[in-house]
């Protein structure tokens, strides 16, 4: 099977209207971070449950996403990419007029629906209209997205919770949701040559209830404990479900998802380190915003201009990465970037109330150097052991791995943060006799949850290591 071949002068504006989605959707995750503090108090909900706009999030997309592929082969691009943009306009409208946090999550779950098959068209496209020999770009291209967003995301977020409330940011993502829509109306045109197949409704419904029901059972663990029966058994039945849903594949003539891309060696790890890069950034894109203004007492602008400097590392590194890709240093880039993401969480892990928030800076940008170095690197590699045919069942096989990873990943952190804190708070009885001491006793206690979720993403971090280092550099070739 060929992909079909885009004149030079239209794929430049194809690629931009690709790239904008991309960071409007990216845009839309990292912008929520820093109103998370907020939120709780307006929505009157706690930190394992605001966790759902995130986790809930990246649950459906991940869920969607072995469907991307069956989605991308069977229907015409640009059509699929536009009711893709509509359904997360959508969800970005429900989202902004949102009057309780049950309508909130209801928009973000339907922005997810939208951003889930995106995610993983996105770089179906761009493998598509790029033959292997300028894969350097498209590296380069997500990897300044990957920058961009979380560079302006948590400051202008910050600046517009601070002044306009929580809403504003959502009338943020909104326009330029609209404005990519438009866009790929007159720019996007039919790329990926297709297969008429049918669709294993099973398998779908293996895969929902497989997804949904591990992250559910993850993220009850938080408020039920780690060994209630309302945690273990859906983790376990989805845990089934899932390898269920995993051999049925092997067996179809026609799979929902290629399975056979995880025989590839440099692929399977590839799809692991994305999915270890994922969490480490999920997990300190949750963390510091909590830390920065509920233990330092920063505002929200405060804590997004904090963070601007390492996002702002990133975007900076995205051409380099694409340069160093198309030198074939992935490997040796992937290796260096686990190491140094590793050591800067341990720095970070180290934090107390009294750390200079310059340092916080400085250690943070490093974290995101080794990021630049993970992230896009790694699914290029993967990308590249695979034949043009199996680049849309790649793309989402790694998505895949990589968002339903981050979910349960993060789930976990965030329940360990959460017991942790909650066993080393004080006793209730203290507020009444000494409340200045229960407010010192809770920052720390809060504190030290915050450190032991972090040494946990340390263990997470240096997992990454041994995958990156186990990384060949071959030629192999799967082929359908």
């Known amino acids: 099977m060929?992909?079909?071949?885009?004149?030079?002068?239209?794929?430049?504006?194809?690629?931009?209207?690709?790239?904008?989605?991309?960071?409007?959707?990216?845009?839309n995750q990292t912008v929520l971070a820093v109103a998370q503090p907020q939120l709780m108090t307006a929505l009157n909900v706690n930190t394992t449950t605001v966790q759902w706009?995130?986790?809930?999030?990246?649950?459906?997309?991940?869920?969607?996403?072995?469907?991307?592929?069956?989605?991308?082969?069977?229907?015409?691009?640009?059509?699929?990419?536009?009711t893709c943009q509509l359904i997360f306009v959508i969800g970005t409208g429900i989202a902004a007029t949102a009057n309780s946090f049950s309508i909130l999550l209801v928009g973000r779950l339907i922005q997810a629906v939208g951003a889930g098959v995106l995610s993983g068209l996105a770089m179906v496209i761009l493998y598509s209209v790029y033959d292997r020999t300028e894969r350097g770009v498209p590296t380069a291209l997500m990897g300044m997205?990957?920058?961009?967003a979380p560079a302006i995301g948590p400051t202008l977020g910050g600046y517009l919770v601070d002044q306009f409330g929580w809403r504003s940011i959502f009338y943020l993502v909104l326009p330029?949701?609209?404005?990519?829509?438009?866009?790929?109306?007159?720019?996007?045109?039919?790329?990926?040559?297709?297969?008429?197949?049918?669709?294993n409704w099973p398998s779908v419904g293996l895969s929902t209830l497989g997804f949904g029901s591990l992250l559910y059972g993850f993220s009850t663990i938080g408020t039920a404990g780690w060994w209630a029966v309302s945690s273990t058994l859906p983790i376990g039945i989805g845990g089934l479900l899932v390898a269920w849903f995993l051999y049925r594949q092997t067996q179809l003539p026609h799979p929902v998802l290629q399975v056979r891309v995880f025989t590839s060696w440099n692929f399977s790890l590839s799809a692991i380190l994305s999915a270890i890069a994922q969490i480490c950034m999920?997990?300190?894109?949750?963390?510091?915003?909590?830390?920065?203004?509920?233990?330092?007492?920063?505002?929200?602008?405060?804590?997004g201009l904090t963070l601007l400097p390492g996002a702002l590392v990133m975007f900076v590194l995205g051409p380099v990465v694409g340069q160093l890709m198309a030198k074939n240093k992935g490997r040796q880039m992937v290796l260096v970037?686990?190491?140094?993401?590793?050591?800067?969480?341990?720095?970070?892990?180290?934090?107390?109330?009294?750390?200079?928030?310059?340092?916080?800076?400085?250690?943070?940008?490093?974290?995101?150097?080794?990021?630049?170095?993970v992230m896009m690197p790694a699914g290029t590699i993967g990308m590249n052991a695979l034949s043009q045919e199996l680049i849309s069942h790649g793309s989402s096989g790694n998505n895949m791995v990589r968002q339903v990873g981050a979910a349960m990943g993060t789930s976990l952190l965030i329940s360990v943060l959460q017991n942790v804190a909650t066993s080393h708070a004080p006793a209730a009885q203290l507020l009444k006799t000494n409340r200045a001491l229960y407010a010192t006793q809770m920052h720390t206690a809060f504190l030290t949850g915050i450190q032991t979720t972090l040494w946990l993403t340390v263990g997470i971090s240096l997992l990454g290591i041994v995958t990156a280092a186990l990384l060949k550099n071959d030629t192999e070739r799967v082929t359908p």
């Open 176 to 199: 330029i949701a609209l404005l990519t829509l438009l866009g790929s109306l007159f720019f996007l045109s039919d790329v990926v040559a297709h297969r008429t197949t049918p669709l």
């Open 2 to 27: 060929q992909t079909k071949t885009v004149p030079t002068e239209k794929r430049f504006w194809l690629v931009a209207m690709v790239v904008l989605g991309a960071f409007v959707t990216m845009l």
């Open 145 to 148: 997205v990957f920058g961009l």
């Open 53 to 82: 706009l995130s986790t809930g999030y990246t649950l459906i997309g991940g869920i969607l996403i072995p469907v991307t592929a069956w989605l991308a082969d069977r229907y015409h691009t640009k059509w699929l990419y536009v």
């Open 282 to 303: 999920v997990a300190i894109e949750f963390i510091l915003p909590l830390y920065l203004q509920n233990l330092r007492g920063l505002t929200a602008i405060q804590s």
């Open 337 to 373: 970037g686990t190491v140094t993401m590793t050591v800067a969480t341990i720095c970070l892990s180290l934090i107390s109330l009294t750390t200079p928030i310059w340092l916080i800076v400085f250690i943070y940008a490093l974290r995101n150097i080794g990021l630049s170095f």
